[in-house]
């Protein structure tokens, strides 16, 4: 299994935001983090990739922490943030080439796929182009492109149909189905319910850094048979519920 979390608690003080949180991702599989603002998801995506120290609990990816080994356990990651992270002073080729030094690529393969990705995003003639003049649609590009050069096990994605236009949205998907078929796990964190139905394998529902339901369609409907039969009529449903029991 790629992604395992266990009896996760944390947060960034004493008081957890994260209160027994247990999932997994697994090869080819895709897994949709969905909650309200402050549920928990950003949170949970910052234990994993190992800005934060769990206070209790357990993260592993391929059966590896990142206290064996944090190098070898980051490089199994690729992640796109909500917000695009760039170094103002690199071009997007030397982002490319930054990514491709980080994760120990073969520079000429990499460099291969990353113009095949730059064609698809419709950026190849940008890889002079500082950060400064691109739009956040095109900085999202970028980070896609970053994270879709490397070979990682896990892709961890948030909330990455903010700013992007349709056509980048569904290269996207297209993208995240080909790693899916290779091997690779996915975890993406959305509000797009109705694009995370279409694409998701399985879904981890969040409330007040809780797990109130997880599973695919099929069982989140066995599991809220009155609540309706979309991801959308469900989810409302449990957080409506959940507001009001707060």
């Given at each position: 299994?790629?992604l395992k979390?266990?009896?996760?608690?944390g947060?960034y003080?004493?008081i957890?935001?994260?209160?027994?949180?247990?999932?997994?991702?697994?090869p080819?599989e895709?897994?949709?983090?969905?909650?309200l603002?402050?549920a928990?998801?950003?949170?949970t995506?910052?234990?994993?990739?190992?800005l934060m120290?769990p206070?209790?609990?357990?993260i592993?990816?391929d059966?590896?922490?990142?206290?064996q080994?944090s190098?070898?356990?980051k490089?199994?990651?690729?992640y796109i943030?909500?917000?695009?992270?760039?170094y103002?002073?690199?071009?997007?080729?030397?982002?490319?080439?930054?990514?491709?030094m980080?994760y120990?690529?073969?520079?000429?393969?990499?460099?291969?796929?990353?113009?095949?990705?730059?064609?698809t995003?419709?950026l190849a003639?940008k890889?002079?182009w500082?950060?400064?003049?691109?739009s956040?649609?095109?900085?999202?590009?970028?980070?896609?492109?970053?994270?879709?050069?490397?070979?990682?096990?896990?892709?961890?994605i948030?909330?990455?149909?903010?700013?992007?236009?349709p056509?980048?949205?569904?290269?996207?998907l297209k993208l995240?189905?080909?790693?899916k078929?290779?091997?690779a796990a996915?975890?993406m964190?959305?509000h797009?319910l109705d694009?995370?139905?279409?694409?998701?394998?399985?879904?981890?529902l969040l409330h007040?850094?809780k797990i109130?339901?997880?599973g695919?369609?099929?069982?989140?409907?066995a599991q809220?048979p009155?609540?309706?039969?979309?991801?959308?009529?469900?989810y409302?449903?449990?957080a409506?519920?959940?507001e009001?029991?707060?």
């Amino acid at each position: 299994m790629a992604l395992k979390i266990e009896h996760l608690v944390g947060g960034y003080s004493q008081i957890p935001v994260l209160k027994d949180i247990s999932f997994e991702v697994n090869p080819g599989e895709l897994v949709g983090l969905i909650g309200l603002n402050g549920a928990g998801k950003s949170t949970t995506i910052n234990h994993v990739i190992g800005l934060m120290t769990p206070q209790k609990g357990k993260i592993t990816i391929d059966g590896k922490t990142v206290y064996q080994d944090s190098n070898a356990y980051k490089k199994q990651i690729a992640y796109i943030p909500e917000l695009p992270v760039l170094y103002p002073e690199l071009t997007l080729r030397e982002h490319i080439d930054l990514t491709i030094m980080a994760y120990q690529l073969d520079k000429k393969q990499a460099w291969q796929r990353a113009n095949e990705l730059l064609e698809t995003f419709r950026l190849a003639n940008k890889l002079e182009w500082f950060p400064n003049n691109f739009s956040k649609g095109m900085k999202q590009k970028v980070m896609i492109v970053c994270a879709f050069l490397t070979d990682a096990n896990l892709y961890i994605i948030d909330e990455p149909f903010l700013g992007l236009d349709p056509l980048a949205t569904d290269d996207l998907l297209k993208l995240i189905d080909d790693r899916k078929s290779h091997g690779a796990a996915v975890l993406m964190s959305t509000h797009v319910l109705d694009t995370a139905e279409k694409y998701c394998d399985r879904f981890v529902l969040l409330h007040d850094g809780k797990i109130q339901n997880q599973g695919d369609l099929a069982e989140l409907r066995a599991q809220n048979p009155t609540l309706g039969q979309s991801l959308t009529e469900i989810y409302l449903g449990l957080a409506r519920a959940g507001e009001q029991h707060a």
